[in-house]
């Protein structure tokens, strides 16, 4: 339940298995918040995101509304393929815009992948995927969250990053594999045991479930439980060498899921990159390890696991079975050409992202 004022007076809006219920409490105005005043306001619905209730519609029953109750002008475009998305990007001129994102985190990467780098764009992600890695590591973890953070929020820089790839590599999608020398990411970079397992998930059998189809994968992967040969150095400094690697994560935020605490020390405030690795273990010390990542993050307190603060980070391969070179990025699955990967920050953008606090 939530309080939240509007220009046509305070509205309590809660929220049941099946709707939202927005309840006018009384007459009054309260002025056009700050981030409401964007010249350009723009809502995409990225409707294949999560597992969505049909007749709980956070576009009509939340932000319609809240729009509407400062009859403030916007689009609303809700995607048809994942070319809507790359559509919408482009069609973003110079012009400050308040795009509002319903998706989960795959529709976020896929958009400032494809948004030019002059656009003046705050982002508001309304969490409507599987894991909303980001939402949740920015304290919007729900959609009426994400919505009162319209009216009580305020916007701060995006941090983005980036994967840089050898000439020759391949983005592998459902519609086919393209050519890729770099992506840009805001959540994740992952080789080793993440990297098999989120590719594994993607098949349409495991994604009818949800969020569990990262379990499903994870046992999956264990039981055949490879070895990752590698090296990597952070900002320079060799790290491992030739290593018997099976986790290994560059994280830019703390959370992938609501409560899976992957990298307790990110901060998406800050323009840094935190590594979580771990050689070669046993399935069940893996299952402990990745445990404690649901215990608050206690794994990076584990002697088994690295954790360490960078700004960049080269990836050496050593393996040469394809699927055992699968890179993560956010989601998307690369196929590496040749043995080297880099992880890096992108110096600027001109993105901001709505956070829910003040200060
Ligand atoms: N109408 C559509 N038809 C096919 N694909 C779509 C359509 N609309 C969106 N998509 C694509 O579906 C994917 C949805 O990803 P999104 O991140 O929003 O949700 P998710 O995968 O459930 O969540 P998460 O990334 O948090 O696990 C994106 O690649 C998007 O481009």
Same mark, same amino acid.
């Given at each position: 339940?939530?309080?939240?004022?509007?220009?046509?007076g305070?509205?309590?809006?809660?929220?049941?298995?099946?709707?939202?219920?927005?309840?006018?409490q009384?007459? %009054?105005q $309260?002025?056009?918040?700050?981030l409401?005043?964007a010249? @350009?306001?723009?809502?995409?619905? &990225?409707?294949? &995101?999560?597992?969505?209730?049909? /007749?709980?519609?956070?576009? =009509?029953?939340?932000l319609?509304p809240?729009?509407?109750?400062?009859?403030?002008?916007?689009?609303?475009?809700?995607?048809?393929? #994942?070319?809507? +998305?790359?559509?919408v990007?482009?069609?973003?001129?110079t012009?400050?815009t308040?795009?509002?994102?319903? &998706?989960g985190?795959?529709?976020?990467?896929?958009l400032?992948n494809?948004? $030019?780098?002059t !656009?003046?764009?705050?982002?508001?992600?309304v969490?409507m995927?599987?894991?909303?890695?980001?939402?949740?590591? +920015?304290?919007?973890?729900?959609?009426?969250a994400?919505v009162?953070?319209?009216?009580? %929020?305020?916007?701060?820089?995006?941090?983005?990053?980036?994967?840089v790839?050898?000439?020759?590599?391949?983005?592998?999608a459902?519609e086919?594999?393209q050519?890729?020398?770099?992506?840009r990411?805001?959540?994740?970079? &992952?080789?080793?045991?993440?990297?098999?397992?989120?590719?594994?998930?993607?098949?349409?059998?495991?994604r009818k479930?949800g969020?569990?189809r990262?379990? +499903?994968?994870?046992?999956?992967?264990l039981?055949? @439980?490879?070895?990752?040969?590698g090296?990597?150095?952070?900002?320079?400094?060799?790290?491992?060498?030739?290593?018997?690697?099976?986790?290994f994560?560059? !994280?830019?935020?703390p959370?992938?899921?609501?409560t899976?605490?992957?990298?307790?020390?990110?901060?998406?405030?800050?323009? !840094?990159?935190?590594?979580?690795?771990?050689?070669h273990?046993?399935p069940a $010390?893996?299952?402990?390890?990745?445990?404690?990542?649901? !215990?608050?993050? =206690?794994h990076?307190?584990? #002697?088994?696991v690295?954790?360490?603060?960078?700004? /960049?980070?080269?990836?050496?391969?050593?393996?040469?079975?394809?699927?055992?070179?699968?890179i993560?990025?956010?989601?998307l699955i690369?196929?590496?050409?040749?043995?080297?990967?880099?992880?890096?920050?992108?110096?600027?953008t001109?993105?901001?992202?709505?956070?829910?606090?003040?200060?």
């Amino acid at each position: 339940m939530s309080l939240i004022f509007t220009g046509t007076g305070p509205v309590l809006v809660t929220e049941s298995p099946s709707e939202y219920l927005w309840t006018p409490q009384g007459s %009054g105005q $309260a002025p056009v918040p700050p981030l409401l005043q964007a010249p @350009n306001i723009v809502v995409l619905d &990225s409707v294949k &995101s999560g597992n969505r209730v049909s /007749t709980k519609d956070v576009y =009509k029953q939340l932000l319609l509304p809240l729009l509407d109750s400062w009859n403030l002008p916007h689009s609303y475009v809700a995607t048809t393929s #994942p070319e809507s +998305v790359r559509s919408v990007a482009a069609s973003v001129g110079t012009t400050p815009t308040l795009l509002v994102l319903i &998706s989960g985190d795959t529709t976020i990467t896929e958009l400032v992948n494809s948004v $030019a780098s002059t !656009a003046s764009v705050t982002l508001l992600t309304v969490p409507m995927g599987t894991g909303n890695a980001f939402a949740h590591s +920015v304290g919007l973890s729900t959609p009426l969250a994400a919505v009162q953070a319209l009216t009580t %929020g305020t916007a701060r820089p995006l941090r983005l990053y980036e994967a840089v790839f050898e000439h020759g590599s391949q983005l592998l999608a459902q519609e086919g594999a393209q050519p890729v020398t770099s992506l840009r990411f805001l959540v994740v970079g &992952s080789w080793g045991l993440h990297a098999c397992l989120v590719a594994d998930s993607d098949s349409p059998e495991l994604r009818k479930l949800g969020n569990e189809r990262f379990k +499903v994968a994870a046992q999956r992967v264990l039981e055949q @439980n490879p070895v990752f040969h590698g090296s990597f150095r952070a900002d320079g400094r060799a790290v491992e060498d030739h290593a018997a690697l099976g986790y290994f994560v560059v !994280a830019a935020v703390p959370r992938f899921e609501a409560t899976f605490e992957i990298s307790p020390a990110s901060d998406p405030a800050e323009n !840094a990159l935190h590594v979580v690795y771990f050689h070669h273990q046993a399935p069940a $010390a893996v299952m402990e390890i990745m445990g404690q990542a649901y !215990a608050a993050g =206690k794994h990076v307190q584990d #002697p088994r696991v690295g954790y360490l603060k960078t700004h /960049t980070v080269e990836l050496e391969l050593h393996e040469q079975d394809a699927r055992l070179r699968r890179i993560c990025v956010d989601g998307l699955i690369v196929q590496p050409a040749g043995s080297r990967v880099l992880f890096r920050p992108v110096e600027s953008t001109s993105l901001q992202y709505v956070s829910p606090d003040k200060n």
